[in-house]
Nanobody, 120 residues
Framework: QVQLVESGGGLVQPGGSLRLSCAAS????????MGWYRQAPGKERELVAA???????NYADSVKGRFTISRDNVKNMVYLQMNNLKPEDTAVYYC??????????????WGQGTQVTVSS
């Protein structure tokens, strides 16, 4: 069983910053790609940023230049540094991870989500 636990969400004023963290734990061989998604009320879940095990990244156009994704392969963690936050960034943020299990099968896991609210 693999678990992803997010932390770091909260309420912040426009222009402020937050850093989200996501820790992976459980029994697995390795983690391939990791990413952050978000879902605002009434909207579909969308990709925010993703990072491969080698460190290659991609971002949604709406967050380029403001958000930075990084990961610690030793600690099995992924981070999302969010700067210059805007009200439209308000959403529940989820991390995910494509995990290689000891059986040789890849599976995608999701965290439970953390709320980010940007408001004055």
């Amino acid at each position: 069983q693999v678990q992803l636990v997010e932390s770091g969400g909260g309420l912040v004023q426009p222009g402020g910053s937050l850093r989200l963290s996501c820790a992976a734990s459980g029994s697995f061989f390795s983690i391939n790609a990791m990413g952050w998604y978000r879902q605002a009320p009434g909207k579909e879940r969308e990709l925010v940023a993703a990072i491969t095990s080698g460190g290659s990244t991609n971002y949604a156009d709406s967050v380029k230049g403001r958000f930075t994704i990084s990961r610690d392969n030793v600690k099995n963690m992924v981070y999302l540094q969010m700067n210059n936050l805007k009200p439209e960034d308000t959403a529940v943020y989820y991390c995910n991870a494509r995990v290689l299990l000891s059986s040789g099968v890849f599976r995608l896991y999701w965290g439970q989500g953390t709320q980010v609210t940007v408001s004055s």
